[in-house]
């Protein structure tokens, strides 16, 4: 069964950095794709980052580009998303998904997904 544990969430003025984990467990992240998606109130899921070991594929968005890095542990089998210089817009719900297949992953329609991460960014 596989299990993907966010953590690292928090409330943090504008400027300021997070640093999010998700450790996946019943799933081999060095062979396959993790990501990272946020949903703000009343809005629609997007997109943030992604990494995919197979092929050595990463996507950031561009509305968190220069400002948010994801990075992996495959030791830990686990995932990083660094957020710097963060933004009252960047306030959401931040969530861990994986899946085999990297086109699944970046369509939003992952297998696998965790519970979500408050992250909540003040002016």
């Known amino acids: 069964q596989v299990r993907l544990e966010e953590s690292g969430g928090g409330s943090v003025q504008a400027g300021g950095s997070l640093r999010l984990s998700c450790e996946a467990s019943g799933y081999t992240f060095s062979r396959n794709c993790m990501g990272w998606f946020r949903q703000a109130p009343g809005k629609s899921r997007e997109i943030v980052a992604t990494?995919?070991?197979?092929?050595?594929?990463?996507y950031t968005a561009d509305s968190v580009k220069g400002r948010f890095t994801i990075s992996q542990d495959n030791a830990k089998n686990t995932v990083y998303l660094q957020m710097n210089s963060l933004k009252p817009e960047d306030t959401a719900m931040y969530y861990c998904?994986?899946?085999?297949?990297?086109?699944?992953?970046?369509?939003?329609?992952?297998?696998?997904w965790g519970q979500g991460t408050q992250v909540t960014v003040s002016s």
């Open positions: 998904a994986a899946d085999p297949q990297y086109s699944r992953l970046l369509a939003g329609s992952a297998a696998y």
């Open positions: 990494a995919c070991n197979v092929g050595g594929t990463m």
